[in-house]
């Protein structure tokens, strides 16, 4: 059986960049940070009260994982905006948005009352969104 989800894949064009963005202005530590075989550069990333996750920061580069035709869809829809990544929760929507702001993140969508909490929606530099969230108060 299944017992947890410990990584999952964010597409991003540069992960030097990709990293400077995610430990710099999100606050995330470094996991790892290796180079694999065929100069292949295998980073991780997380939330430091999150040790047992970590977020891949990969490029989609034809080789291990596509094929040329395919890296380039990818990469496209990450330039475009269109893959979506995941929800990071926060217990001050509001603040963390003020926080993240001065530091430059780009927010499409500044704090707002959703159904399921206070919802903010922002992008990482390689074009991916994600929302930020705060749980409802019990």
């Not at 470094?30 to 040790?51: C, H, I, S």
């Not at 001050?92 to 707002?112: I, M, R, W």
């Amino acid at each position: 059986m299944i017992s947890k989800m410990s990584h999952a894949t964010i597409f991003v064009l540069n992960q030097q960049e990709a990293l400077e963005f995610y430990r710099d202005k999100l606050g995330f530590e470094v996991r790892t940070d290796a180079t694999m075989e065929g100069g292949y550069r295998w980073l991780t990333v997380g939330p430091k009260d999150q040790p047992d996750f970590e977020i891949i920061l990969m490029e989609p580069n034809p080789g291990y994982m596509f094929d040329e035709a395919t890296a380039s869809q990818v990469r496209d829809l990450v330039q475009r905006g269109k893959l979506g990544a995941c929800v990071f929760d926060t217990p001050n929507c509001q603040a963390t948005y003020e926080e993240l702001s001065s530091k430059g993140v780009d927010f499409l969508h500044p704090p707002s009352q959703q159904p399921w909490g206070i919802s903010a929606v922002f992008k990482d530099n390689s074009g991916n969104w994600f929302s930020l969230s705060q749980q409802p108060e019990d």
